[in-house]
């Protein structure tokens, strides 16, 4: 079957660094994607690797390993309004297309 | 562009009536997706279509059938609605963005009650 795990809530100090962790078992791995989703809102994509190591857009990076089915999403200089639910997610290959599996999210709570 | 939209934005149903969630998108995207979120969950896949004129079964397929009526427009209906229908629908479309990462873009849910 396939298995995500990432922790529930995360509470940061405003201007920190906060790593957001996730692992996973699946067969017919491509990448992970990970997604952001403000209260009420919908999720909006944040990044992608479907190779080892890091990957940066700005203040979020994002890191895979493959050989330990483990990735983190790394958020820099945090912000209020990066309050919110991180999702990872793997992409499959599965039934002749390209799916997303998703994680049961990680809440952020960034504090004043 | 519009990008993903959904209709209704919010319905009550009560046990057993019918309804169609509409979802639309002007990307040009060939694959599109139908997702529920469960209160502090992440959204699992109902249904989806890789291109026009195909359709498939993702996780929790039981109790809802689609139409993908052609290349922008993808509904979700339920036939018989139940309580634990009751949750949060989302529609996607998948194609690459300006930074050239192949992902998924979603629409902004309908808020289905089923009492």
């Known amino acids: 079957g396939q298995s995500l795990e990432q922790p529930s809530e995360v509470t940061a100090v405003e201007g920190a660094i906060v790593q957001i962790n996730c692992t996973y078992q699946t067969s017919g791995f491509y990448g992970l994607s990970w997604y952001q989703q403000h209260d009420g809102g919908a999720p909006t994509f944040l990044s992608y690797n479907a190779l080892d190591g890091l990957e940066e857009t700005g203040r979020f990076s994002s890191f895979l390993s493959r050989s330990d089915s483990y990735g983190y999403l790394l958020l820099q200089e945090l912000q209020m309004k990066d309050s919110a639910s991180y999702f990872c997610a793997v992409r499959v290959w599965m039934d002749s297309s390209y799916k997303l599996i998703f994680g049961s999210g990680t809440r952020l709570l960034v504090r004043p | 562009n519009a990008g993903v939209t959904q209709t209704p934005k919010f319905q009550v149903l009560k046990t057993g009536q019918s309804m169609t969630l509409q979802c639309a998108q002007d990307m040009n995207h060939n694959s599109m997706y139908w997702y529920r979120q469960d209160p502090g969950m992440g959204l699992r896949l109902i249904y989806y279509?890789?291109?026009?004129?195909?359709?498939d079964k993702g996780e929790v397929p039981n109790g809802y059938n689609v139409s993908r009526l052609n290349k922008r427009e993808f509904s979700l209906r339920l036939e018989s609605a139940a309580p634990s229908q009751t949750s949060v629908y989302f529609c996607?479309?998948?194609?690459?963005?300006?930074?050239?990462?192949?992902?998924?873009?979603f629409g902004p849910g309908t808020r289905l009650t089923v009492l």
């Open positions: 279509s890789a291109s026009e004129g195909t359709t």
């Open positions: 996607a479309s998948r194609g690459i963005d300006p930074a050239g990462y192949n992902e998924q873009f």
